[in-house]
């Protein structure tokens, strides 16, 4: 009790608890779901993007997403290594991946299915898990943190990148600025639902703000996030598909309309439009990939064992 | 003489630009994340050495043809990479015998373009001469990780290997546009790199615990623009965009 | 009206249009040279049902526009097929089964289309029914073996109903050009073929000794033009000739 | 020996010899051979053709080249039960086939990577065939023979209709003829390939010319392909790929280029530009299709059964 005790103090304090410290059952248990979570969303976030890079419409696109491909795939790793400070190991992890016991980000259950799809992604949803992310750069546990300060830089860089092709195709030919805004339509409600369920329905809330993995509701965020995106839309001369939305200048935010809580609850269950073809593909490449890893493995046992002999 | 230059350059580049194609197929569906990591790496690796080329070829051709335009734009006969380079992600063991086929022949011929009078040329080569060094020490590696792994990934190594040897012997043949920039001390004479190819190749393989394979019978035709069936499927992503929506800019 | 018209005659087309796509892929590789003929034929058939329509629409368009253009040279998002029909050829199972929840619903699309007020429609309705007849009994003969054959095959055709059951729900919805020419007797009302549907995709499955999926989650958007991720990659080989060498004669 | 005779006395008398009938072994053996070769070719047939009905330009073509597909796989399914009926199951051929036991014409070891290749397969390899087997359909064993009749009477049909495609090519843009000239430049001498080995080196002639097997030799065979050939080429405006080609006003036929006979061996022996694709494409074919063949057998066993016991 004394231990817990000066544990929240600490934390009270802003100091950071370390893989060596001593800390609640529940602290670890709820970094390593979050956390893991993280992770997992960062590598089945490749898929979709991915799916561009043999399409990618000129090769300075290509080089472009194929380095934010990969910059995902090193924010995986590094936040599974991260949670692995936690005591769990990345087998484990991927194993509660793919059994369906983890989850990952819903947004990434959704098909992209044109090339301005990069650029709504890039603008929309990485520009919503900045807004998530930020205040993690300051939660409590250390590998977290300093993991979630090199995630948000890259991250904003890929969240300008992804403006900038929209920009483009903004500005280019009527069948591109139609491809921008298709995008647009596609991806602005779940880029909304991004931001988690409202207050009302929320879990973890309390206990996470304690612990600084929270730092604001998921109203207020998204509230955050439409005030910051609905501008700039406005200079992509797109319309944001969502006729009740309308400047309140009382708040000085932006009022808007329903989300559509039905589908979001699909989609987190296992019903969204990709989240089979995810999960299919996550789990093929890694037993596809099963004798590899076995002979990486074995290889390495025997230069382990040459050299010992060279040793004796 | 230009004309030669351009035609040599798509020699070069069209290699990078078809192996980055397949290497980027593989991009979050390799069979851990450090290689997959590293197989992104290598795609874009390549693919920013295929804009060094064809930025250049675009301005040797001086008529508005764009680097978009010579990657994306040609027709299938018109793509002059080698056989090789184009062959299909069969699995794990095609991909990297197939890069690692490659890889040692192209720190050979970056060696030697180096040395190129041309310095555009000789400064993409001193540029892409590092990249290519990481590349082939990461499948030189992974010969030997699935050689001398398991006895499933040495028959599969082994298997990877086999079939593909028949497309090594077109990297040494000479195009006529090879043979004009060799006289001019611009290109690389590539039949000069087959005996220091072999022997390299042949020691990965035999510290990878594999057999050589001693076929003499070879596939050619890339290099000519006779392609096989697995590159119209290629190209077909490849151009995907360019095609369906000409003339526009991204 | 004619808009509509058009409209509605690419809601039907386009699904044998990618089905027949899907199905052609399969020719020379099919797990008997019987069902590799079959599927050949039925991929026929289905691009023969496709030139009907699209010669009746290209006449519609009067502007030029011809039937390989409405088939080959529209993006993406123009195309209004069901999801369903463009899901991939993973085994022999997902064939089968996609190609037979299609079917089911054909025939009884079909035998109502017989009954359009639009005696283009209804004569093309007339001569696809015959050949779907057909199609149908060879998949659900198919879904029988599958079904009551060994423990593996079972298990295969059950996996690939339940993941596709999930797109056939998508069938019985209504576009604008639907209920436009429902209105002038001229379109099939599709919601009423619903329970139709069902109780017959039930009867074979029970027959086939498979269990009837009961999740009440469905995917929509292919009638809407928005399609999976395979689209794509299917779209990329069917306009491949077009995109290429644009604006010529075969 | 007697029986012998009467045989040879039979098939002098341009008598049909039926499966129930006596024959020698050597003459089974030999036609089991030829016959199954002759199957396989039509089954490895469909693969490079195969490779272009998703990417047909047109529907019409794509429909007529479905169709002609089909036909040929029809034929591969006749030629395999008229070789039934000399006592090989369907069975032990693909095993043939699949261990490289039994051969298949090289022809289809060639690549096809353009449209044109679908015109220049019907116009010069049905043409090529064609001759090949129309003195077949008089040949002794009669299931052989009726089958060659159909075979032929679709083979021309896909002939004129490989010609119809090169012609319209020809007659196209300046791509599209250049486009023609480059497939005929790529199937010209393999299809002269396919008339067999030269006379001096061909083995089987003199027994199979007695059987009726063969009525001429190759090299004739080969000079009537290029006298009928060389001509329509002409009406199509194309180089025959041979500086040796002229017309010989004595002999009344057209002088030709050598042959370059270490690449017709090389792909004899499984060292064509295609051999192991053809192979992994009909190895691979067969084996992810056994599960259905397994289960096809099962369902007709237990539907045996329960007629069984309904009549019990």
């Given at each position: ?11 009270a304090?802003?100091?950071k ?8 059952e ?5 970094h390593?779901?979050q ?30 997403l ?13 936040l ?39 650029g ?8 919503a ?22 995630v ?11 403006f ?36 009302a ?19 207020d ?22 006729p ?16 559509n ?5 699909q989609?987190?269950?296992?019903h969204?439009?990709?989240n ?22 074995a ?10 002999k060279?040793?004796? | 003489?230009k ?10 580049a ?11 197929e ?19 690796d ?8 064809f ?5 040797l ?31 794990f063991?095609?991909t990297?015998?197939r ?12 060696t ?13 080569a ?34 990877a ?9 077109e ?24 005996d ?33 069936e697995?590159?119209?499927?290629l ?14 800019e991204?």
């Open positions: 009790k004394n231990l817990e005790k000066q544990f929240e103090e600490r934390i304090r802003d100091e608890i370390e893989p060596k410290d001593w800390m609640p529940k602290y670890r248990k709820t390593i779901r956390m893991s979570q993280h992770a997992h969303s960062e590598i089945v976030g490749m898929l979709p993007e991915g799916n561009w890079i043999t399409r990618a419409p000129s090769l300075r696109r290509k080089v472009a194929l380095a934010k491909v990969q910059d995902e795939a090193g924010h995986g790793l590094y599974y290594s991260a949670t692995e400070t936690l005591g769990i190991s990345r087998d484990e992890m991927y194993e509660q991946l793919h059994t369906g016991k983890a989850k990952y980000s819903s947004i990434f259950n959704y098909p992209t299915i044109t090339w301005a799809d990069m709504a992604i890039g603008w929309l949803v990485d520009g898990a900045i807004i998530n992310q930020v205040p993690l750069c300051n939660t409590s546990y250390g590998p977290y943190a300093r993991a979630m300060i090199r948000c830089k890259e991250e904003s860089f890929h969240q300008r990148q992804g900038e092709i929209m920009l483009k195709l903004s500005n280019g030919t009527p069948e591109q600025k139609e491809m921008a805004q298709d995008a647009l339509n596609r991806w602005w409600w779940p880029a909304l639902m991004m931001l988690g369920p409202t207050d329905e929320s879990v973890h809330t309390e206990q996470s703000m304690k612990w600084k993995l929270k730092r604001k509701s998921n109203d965020l998204r509230q955050q996030f439409i005030d910051q995106t609905v501008p700039q839309a406005d200079i992509l001369g797109l319309t944001i598909p969502d009740d939305l309308k400047w309140n200048e009382e708040r000085g935010s932006y009022d808007f309309g329903e989300i809580w039905d589908e979001f609850w989609v987190v269950k296992g969204g439009p990709c089979k073809e995810r999960m299919k593909a996550r789990v093929g490449a890694w037993e596809r990939g099963e004798w590899v890893r076995d002979a990486a493995m290889y390495a046992e025997k230069s382990q064992e040459r050299k010992k060279q040793v004796i | 003489m004309q030669n230059l351009y035609n040599y350059i798509l020699g070069i069209d290699n990078s630009l078809i192996l980055g194609q397949r290497m980027g593989l991009c979050g569906h390799g069979p851990s994340l450090e290689t997959d990591i590293a197989c992104t790496n290598i795609s874009l390549l693919f920013g050495q295929v804009r060094s080329y930025q250049y070829a675009s301005k051709a001086g008529d508005g043809r764009t680097e978009d335009d010579i990657a994306m734009l040609r027709q299938e006969r018109e793509y002059v990479n080698v056989l090789l380079v184009e062959q299909p992600n069969t699995d063991a095609y990297i015998a890069h690692f086929l490659f890889d040692v022949y192209h720190l050979l011929f970056l030697e373009l180096e040395k190129s009078k041309d310095l555009t040329l000789s400064a993409i001193k540029k892409c001469i590092k990249e290519v060094r990481y590349h082939e020490r990461f499948t030189s590696d992974w010969m030997k990780r699935l050689g001398d792994g398991t006895a499933e990934s040495k028959a599969k190594i082994q298997e290997i086999n079939d593909l040897w028949t497309y090594t012997d990297l040494f043949h000479q195009t006529k546009a090879d043979k004009a920039m060799v006289a001019e001390g611009i290109g690389v004479d590539v039949t000069k790199l087959k220091a190819y072999y022997e390299k190749v042949n020691e990965v393989l035999t510290e990878a615990t594999l057999e050589t394979p001693e076929s003499k019978y070879f596939q050619k035709g890339g290099k000519k623009g006779i392609h096989t697995h590159m119209g499927y190209l077909a992503e490849l151009q995907y965009m360019q095609r369906a929506y000409p003339n526009m991204w």
